[in-house]
């Protein structure tokens, strides 16, 4: 299978995201999850995250806050909270995204996911 260039893309992009410790542990293993690690880099990071000519990496990051906190994908989420750091969002800004969110997918969901941002965000060094 060829990916056009996409899984050396997407590997920067992740890598950028969510930090050269985390993408290595993600793609150390060699057994159950090795295909959909690539599938991962390729299609999520390598196809839609680096379309940066439509969407900024803040609002990307946004958006992905967002649909996490709807979707109580609460380890997910965490990862993506430094992620967000890393493309420039503040705490405030992640806690208004959070915030916003609990309008359209339920305030229970926004509270779990406010109380991530309260764990991730306490542990994280400023920037």
Known sequence: MTDDGRYEA????????????HVARSLAGKG???D?????TEIAWGG???RDD?????TRSCITI????????????ALHIDGARRNGLSDDEIAEVIMHTAVYAGVPAANAAMAVARRVLADAPDV
Do not use: H, M
């Open 36 to 40: 959909f690690q690539r599938f991962l």
């Open 32 to 34: 159950l999850d090795a």
């Open 54 to 58: 439509r969407l900024d990496r803040r």
């Open 10 to 21: 997407g590997l920067r992009v992740r890598r950028d995201v969510l930090g050269d410790e």
């Open 66 to 77: 967002a649909v996490l906190t709807a979707l109580r994908a609460g380890d997910e989420l």
């Open 48 to 50: 839609v995250w680096t």
